[in-house]
């Protein structure tokens, strides 16, 4: 099987998403070129994914619970998992700023993140 990058994977998936999706009359040249395309993905991700269950087979620790660096974080620094100091610590929490974001943009305030602005 031909190697791909990950340009070319995007290349044929968006090109036989697109001849899929407009539901247009194509030319049977250009169905069957993007009936290939879209076989090519599909054994590609098939390919990729025995590839994964492969190599996590062969991985010493499967399980991040089984892992003798994350048992000592939690018992030395932790506590237990899910514990107050675990959560505080690991997790992470949504925060909708895009109140303040609009009010920003109506001030007229350039920001980086939104170029369009």
């Known amino acids: 099987m031909e190697r791909f990058t990950r340009r070319r994977f995007v290349q044929i998936t968006g090109l036989a998403t697109g001849l899929f999706v407009s539901g247009l009359g194509f030319a049977r040249s250009a169905y069957s070129e993007a009936k290939a395309a879209a076989e090519k993905v599909q054994s590609y ?11 996590d087979k062969e991985m010493k620790f499967r399980k991040s619970q089984d892992n003798p660096s994350v048992k000592q974080l939690y ?25 303040r974001v ?9 920001l980086a993140l939104y170029p369009e602005n």
Do not use: C, Q
């Open 75 to 99: 018992t030395e620094f932790l506590d237990h998992p899910n514990s107050h100091m675990a959560h505080r610590l690991l997790h992470t929490h949504y925060t909708d700023r895009s109140a």
């Open 45 to 55: 991700l098939t390919d990729r994914l025995g590839s994964i269950y492969k190599h």
């Open 102 to 110: 609009k009010i920003l943009k109506e001030r007229g305030v350039k």
